[in-house]
């Protein structure tokens, strides 16, 4: 039933617009369950995929580190299976609105998890609340499609900057596409909006920031962080001469990339 709403909302770009304006000021809610699996099995499924993509992405051995998740979401699961397969001293599951599911207690319960409870602690709230975290603390600061809706960057890697050991890893998976906002009008089409009107349609629950490639290296850069950038994937040249059309006087090969990895250390 909310599929096929969405998709009629999703026929009309002013229609689809004034849906985000409403859910912007809770007057719709659309939240996005499902997104992750619908079942307890398939979230516990992308949860499992999750933590084996932090693993393969820290260069060491993860026993007795100290690893912390931004943007758990729905489940603590991802920390809990990489306390359990990896031996981790602890984890951190930190998110800027606490939404995580009935499912999580379940997935939990089905999957026995709560041994390993006694070392996860979830915060939630403004990111200045990472703070009480002991400075230069953290081995592995880890992040899948969540640094694309943080409204602040800049706050947030203060923050991490000041959590990260000297020696420790940063790993984000970022997803640059417009998560279906205008998707019918093409996959760039909601980088023709004005900030303000952007703002207007999601400023309050995290939609996409809209930054590009280029503004994480740059915020990397100010942040005192070497990169290693990998390119997942980019947007392919149907895509790219469609948005040529409606995105006029940008330069395009600035919007190529679609999904990104980063990994960063402190120089
Ligand atoms: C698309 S979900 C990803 C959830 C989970 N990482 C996963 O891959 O299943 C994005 C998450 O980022 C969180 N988020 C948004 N802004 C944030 C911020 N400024 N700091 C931390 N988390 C944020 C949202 O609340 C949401 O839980």
């Given at each position: 039933m909310k599929n096929v709403l969405k998709k009629l909302l999703r026929q009309n770009k002013y229609i689809e617009a004034l849906a985000y304006i409403l859910q912007n000021n809770q007057i719709l809610n659309s939240s996005g369950t499902g997104e992750f699996g619908n079942s307890i099995e398939e979230m516990y499924q992308h949860n499992i995929n999750i933590a084996q993509l932090y693993a393969k992405n820290y260069?060491?051995?993860?026993?007795?580190k100290i690893v912390l998740e931004i943007g758990t979401g729905f489940t603590r699961t991802t920390m809990l299976y990489m306390i359990k397969e990896y031996n981790l001293k602890k984890a951190y599951c930190y998110d800027r609105f606490n939404c995580l599911h009935e499912n999580d207690d379940k997935i939990i319960q089905k999957y026995g998890l709560e041994p390993y409870l006694e070392k996860l602690e979830y915060i939630s709230g403004v990111n200045e609340e990472l703070l009480k975290i002991e400075n230069s603390s953290i081995d592995y600061i880890v992040s899948n499609a969540v640094l694309e809706h943080v409204d602040n960057l800049d706050l947030l890697f203060n923050v991490l900057g000041q959590l990260i050991k000297q020696d420790g890893v940063i790993y984000h998976k970022v997803d640059l596409r417009?998560?279906?906002?205008?998707?019918?009008?093409?996959?760039?089409?909601?980088?023709?909006?004005?900030d303000t009107f952007w703002n207007m349609m999601g400023g309050k629950i995290g939609?996409?920031?809209?930054?590009l490639l280029k503004d994480y290296i740059a915020l990397y850069e100010q942040h005192n962080f070497n990169q290693e950038v990998n390119i997942v994937e980019s947007f392919n040249n149907h895509e790219l001469e469609r948005a040529q059309k409606y995105l006029?006087?940008?330069?395009i090969n600035e919007y190529k990339t679609a999904s990104v990895e980063f990994k960063l250390c402190k120089k």
């Amino acid at each position: 039933m909310k599929n096929v709403l969405k998709k009629l909302l999703r026929q009309n770009k002013y229609i689809e617009a004034l849906a985000y304006i409403l859910q912007n000021n809770q007057i719709l809610n659309s939240s996005g369950t499902g997104e992750f699996g619908n079942s307890i099995e398939e979230m516990y499924q992308h949860n499992i995929n999750i933590a084996q993509l932090y693993a393969k992405n820290y260069d060491g051995i993860l026993d007795n580190k100290i690893v912390l998740e931004i943007g758990t979401g729905f489940t603590r699961t991802t920390m809990l299976y990489m306390i359990k397969e990896y031996n981790l001293k602890k984890a951190y599951c930190y998110d800027r609105f606490n939404c995580l599911h009935e499912n999580d207690d379940k997935i939990i319960q089905k999957y026995g998890l709560e041994p390993y409870l006694e070392k996860l602690e979830y915060i939630s709230g403004v990111n200045e609340e990472l703070l009480k975290i002991e400075n230069s603390s953290i081995d592995y600061i880890v992040s899948n499609a969540v640094l694309e809706h943080v409204d602040n960057l800049d706050l947030l890697f203060n923050v991490l900057g000041q959590l990260i050991k000297q020696d420790g890893v940063i790993y984000h998976k970022v997803d640059l596409r417009c998560h279906n906002r205008f998707k019918k009008y093409g996959e760039l089409y909601f980088h023709t909006f004005s900030d303000t009107f952007w703002n207007m349609m999601g400023g309050k629950i995290g939609q996409p920031n809209r930054k590009l490639l280029k503004d994480y290296i740059a915020l990397y850069e100010q942040h005192n962080f070497n990169q290693e950038v990998n390119i997942v994937e980019s947007f392919n040249n149907h895509e790219l001469e469609r948005a040529q059309k409606y995105l006029k006087n940008k330069n395009i090969n600035e919007y190529k990339t679609a999904s990104v990895e980063f990994k960063l250390c402190k120089k």
